[in-house]
């Protein structure tokens, strides 16, 4: 703030009422100095990783251009724009901190985190992924080679609707295939 003159903001506040557009620009980059130092000493550690102040200021940016766009504010004095700006930065950083507040107080450095806390992987362990993959061979062998292509599809996910129409036959039909599978799997289980 020091490096603007009063007179020239004065100045600048008389283009600003006028609707100036280059105006308002001008006076928020004057400020924006400013403003951030408001945010930073406000944003409390744990939430310096969710937002910046530089997000807060060009947010409120972003409002304030547009309603002196529209034409809706005007300031009679420098004073009383500096103070709808910091006004305006404060309330929008709380809504921040309000936004942020929560998953902040829930999250944990994964450091701080013990193993068997930790959450599993999506992804199948080896030995979930061979056992899988042996279950497909047999289903496969005892499977008609006709209906091979029901089973891919049922293995991808598809529902028996869905593989019904995809292999025109009614849906009914692919559910008998299917239990018909499962009673197969299970006889050549037993047999094992």
Not at 55 to 68: E, H, I, R, T
Not at 128 to 145: F, T
């Amino acid at each position: 703030m020091t490096t603007i003159h009063v007179d020239s903001l004065d100045a600048l506040l008389e283009k600003l009422n006028s609707g100036d557009h280059d105006a308002a620009e001008r006076a928020f980059v004057a400020y924006e100095p400013y403003l951030r130092k408001v945010v930073r000493r406000l944003l409390p550690a744990k939430l310096r990783p969710k937002f910046d102040s530089i997000d807060v200021v060009q947010s409120v940016y972003g409002d304030v251009l547009s309603a002196f766009r529209a034409g809706g504010m005007r300031f009679a004095t420098v004073a009383q724009l500096r103070a709808f700006l910091i006004k305006a930065t404060r309330n929008r950083f709380i809504d921040r901190v309000r936004q942020y507040h929560a998953s902040a107080e829930r999250e944990r450095p994964l450091d701080d985190t013990e193993a068997h806390r930790l959450p599993l992987s999506r992804q199948p362990r080896p030995s979930e992924a061979a056992a899988a993959e042996e279950l497909w061979e047999r289903l496969l062998a005892v499977c008609p080679p006709e209906h091979h292509d029901v089973l891919r599809l049922r293995r991808r996910g598809a529902t028996a609707s869905e593989i019904a129409a995809q292999v025109h036959m009614h849906e009914g039909s692919i559910r008998r295939i299917l239990r018909e599978l499962s009673v197969r799997l299970a006889c050549a289980e037993v047999q094992r």
